[in-house]
């Protein structure tokens, strides 16, 4: 088939599409439930029900599964939501009078997917600018999973993710947020003193029962420190994983393990009692949260105004 031919046959694929399906497609997509579904568009949940149907006629797949009260999107749905939640957002651009932005007047919802290491810096100051600038703006957080990290910006789910820099890909924008280093703590009883050697870092202490404590939301519980470690041959005992960083201070004050975290996370740790901060036989690498947004919303007004304000919140950390 020759490019006119190709170009013919798209056209007449494109003009067989009802936007309205692609509209209700979306709202499935974020809301997971036919009823909200039907609320969002201003529709009767019968008319949600058939574009529904219209919708799994059109790519040949279920879309959407029955899962406990809500609805599952299948494999295909996720792989169409992002292209498809894009679109609609540049044809809503395009039939919108430009306007100087002011983000007083925006009334939206935005989502951010974080780990609680930023949650005693980052998040409290983000929340005061937002009650300040943007009062209609409101805020939902969720724990980031960082390997599902591109599905759910690609998806919408989420609009803006803070984490350490993973794999980065064509369709995500990223950017450091500061740079920090990395401190350990340890009990005030713990025998561990400064200068400490690598080996015995790796060790944790001379005692059988010692190791490291590590914070992995989704329980992996390896970082740059074991592949500092690995590189030299040493391997370290992770004795325990904690999804979130909250309860290191007790766990360190009331035991002989010891942990390894970023000098600003470590500051914003309560309380400190009975811990003591030592520097870590590492190399002086530097550890830096990464802000990761998708490419599709990267000139959207608020999108822009929104990263603006938390570049500003960083650099004055």
Known sequence: MDV??????????LRSVDLNLLVVFDALMAERNVTRAAERNGLSQPAVSKALNRLRFLFDDPLFVRRDR???PTARARELAGPIHGALADISRT????????PSTVKATIKIATIDLYHTKLLPSLVQHLRQHAP?????VRANDCSHLHEQLAAGEIDIAFAPLGTKTA???AE?????RLVTLVGNNNPLREPLTIETYAAAAHLVDAGHVQVSPDGVGTSIVDAILTARGLRRRIALVLPNAAGIPFVVAATDLIATLPNRIVKGLLPMANVRILTPPLPDVQVSPHMFWHRR???DPLQVWLRAAIRDIAAGM
């Open 4 to 13: 006119i031919a190709q170009r013919n046959l798209a056209e007449r694929n």
């Open 70 to 72: 809500g609805m599952e």
């Open 95 to 102: 039939l919108t009078l430009p306007a100087a932005f002011e």
């Open 136 to 140: 209609y703006v409101d805020l939902q």
């Open 171 to 173: 369709e995500l924008c």
């Open 176 to 180: 450091p947020l500061w740079n920090d």
């Open 297 to 299: 919303i990267h000139a």
